[in-house]
């Protein structure tokens, strides 16, 4: 058996990280055990638990994040990340893992940002891990992960009889397309 926490280099790298950090990087993300916790899917569809991947607590009420299998690429670092919400939101948050590792460092407490120094030299060792690993600045994208991959996982959903998560993702796609229809 391996110690290894998952097949993903990058989650690997961040998993390291993490077990040295005294406090949170990012306000409520915690890498959970990878791909084995029943617990956060409340599907029964083999189909579609086969492609959804868990890897961490997005927030500390129990919204979490997972990897979307949307082909058989080998690099699952690639795979698009989703948000499933602890009150029922469902989008695609990150391009990548990369992508998400930035936004991480982006998120922010709710009301005044804490000031215990164990979580401002957590943070500013984030950022430096993030620097060394995976460049100096956060990658660029033509389109928002929503727009780059959102239709193709609300028809996929579809696809694999999620007709309700499906509807989710259409309703956070909305306010994408009303955008792109408006005049500037």
Request: a negative charge.
């Given at each position: ?14 998993k ?7 406090d ?5 993300f ?47 670092a ?13 989008y ?41 690993h ?51």
């Amino acid at each position: 058996m391996s110690d290894t926490y998952s097949p993903i280099p990058e989650l690997n790298l961040l998993k390291e990280f993490d077990d040295q950090c005294a406090d949170f990087y990012s306000p409520g993300f915690e890498l959970r055990e990878y791909n084995n916790d029943s617990s956060w899917l409340e599907s029964e569809n083999p189909e579609f638990d086969d492609r959804v991947i868990p890897f961490a607590k997005a927030t500390t009420s129990g919204s979490f994040y997972a990897l979307w299998r949307c082909d058989d690429r080998a690099d699952l670092a690639t795979l698009p990340v989703l948000f499933f919400g602890d009150e029922g939101d469902l989008y695609v948050a990150a391009h990548d893992l990369r992508d998400l590792f930035w936004e991480l460092l982006d998120e922010e407490f709710g009301g005044p940002p804490p000031t215990r120094q164990t979580y401002v030299d957590t943070r500013q060792a984030y950022l430096m891990w993030l620097k060394r690993h995976f460049g100096p600045a956060h990658p660029t994208y033509d389109r928002s992960p929503m727009e780059e991959h959102g239709r193709r996982f609300a028809d996929w959903l579809l696809s694999v009889e999620e007709e309700d998560a499906a509807d989710v993702v259409i309703e956070n796609l909305e306010p994408i397309r009303g955008a792109a229809e408006r005049p500037l």
